[in-house]
């Protein structure tokens, strides 16, 4: 795969050398991460998905809770429970290591199509301001920076900032 990334860069560099120089591509890079953590938007998305997260965490560590003391339950009386009784409470354990397991897979499963939900919904609303800064700009190409497989960018074509700033006052 670099290799391919790397023949293509390669390529679009040789080409960019054969245009005429009035008509090269002009490239810039965008940081999403850093709009995504930085941006107001963004940051009011990731506390939602925090709250999320701690919420589901505090339901597993109550379920977690009650395993451990069902658990100790029965290690205290289990030299005294009759064996019908004893199957029961291991029973009841292994229930509960299940349920707990399924609430796990659950909770991620939920916390995962949360994020998917809530950066498809940034994605959105960014890709209007990156085109408007674009066009503006009169620029040919946008990497997104680390996700791209570009391995250097000068500064002086990073337009994070600005994005950031617009996106800021489209509330």
């Known amino acids: 795969m670099y290799r391919v990334m790397l023949r293509s860069v390669l390529a679009l560099l040789v080409a960019a050398s054969a245009v005429p120089a009035a008509a090269q591509a002009k490239v810039a890079v965008i940081d999403v991460q850093r709009v995504v ?17 701690d919420r589901k965490v505090q339901e597993g560590q109550g379920i977690q809770q009650e395993l451990a003391e069902l658990r100790e339950q029965f290690n205290k009386q289990r030299f005294t429970l009759s064996e019908d009784k004893l199957e029961a409470m291991t ?3 292994e229930d509960r290591q299940i349920a707990l397991q399924r609430f796990e897979d659950d909770a991620q499963r939920e916390l995962n199509e949360a994020r998917r939900r ?41 337009i994070t900032d600005e994005v950031i700033r617009r996106f800021n006052t489209i509330q």
């Open 118 to 158: 809530a950066l498809g919904a940034l994605e959105q609303r960014i890709m209007p301001v990156i085109d408007a800064v674009g066009q503006e700009k009169g620029l040919t190409l946008i990497f997104n920076k680390f996700q791209s497989g570009l391995v250097y960018a000068d500064d002086t074509v990073d």
């Open 91 to 93: 029973k009841d354990i």
């Open 37 to 53: 953590t930085e941006s107001d938007p963004g940051k009011e998305a990731l506390q939602k998905l925090k709250e999320l997260s």
